[in-house]
Nanobody, 114 residues
Framework: QVQLVESGGGLVQPGGSLRLSCEASGSGIIFRLNAMGWYRQAPGKERELVAHITSGGSTNYGDSVKGRFTISRDNAKNTVYLQMNSLKPEDTAVYYC??????WGQGTQVTVSS
């Protein structure tokens, strides 16, 4: 079983920045061998991919966040990050961490509003 704990969400003004973190834990997990992802879900909308990073460090992003968000990982800390810059009101959503395309965190709320 894998536990994922997200942090870093909150309220920010348009144009601001936030950094989300997701730490994985669990008996027997090998973090460095697993792909990690960030997804988000806004009210009334489906969950969508924000960013994904493979075990080798290759990344891909949803079209709406390209050039503004950066995903990274620290295998020594079993942690994946999402640096979010130039935030827009339409980025408002609950952001979820995903481990190995299988396990999900509880989500962290990001609200972009003036």
């Amino acid at each position: 079983q894998v536990q994922l704990v997200e942090s870093g969400g909150g309220l920010v003004q348009p144009g601001g920045s936030l950094r989300l973190s997701c730490e994985a834990s669990g008996s027997g997990i090998i973090f460095r061998l697993n792909a990690m992802g960030w997804y988000r879900q806004a009210p009334g909308k489906e969950r969508e991919l924000v960013a994904h990073i493979t075990s080798g460090g290759s990344t891909n992003y949803g079209d709406s966040v390209k050039g503004r968000f950066t995903i990274s990982r620290d295998n020594a800390k079993n942690t994946v990050y999402l640096q979010m810059n130039s935030l827009k009101p339409e980025d408002t959503a609950v952001y979820y961490c995903n481990f190995g395309s299988r396990y999900w965190g509880q989500g962290t709320q990001v609200t972009v509003s003036s």
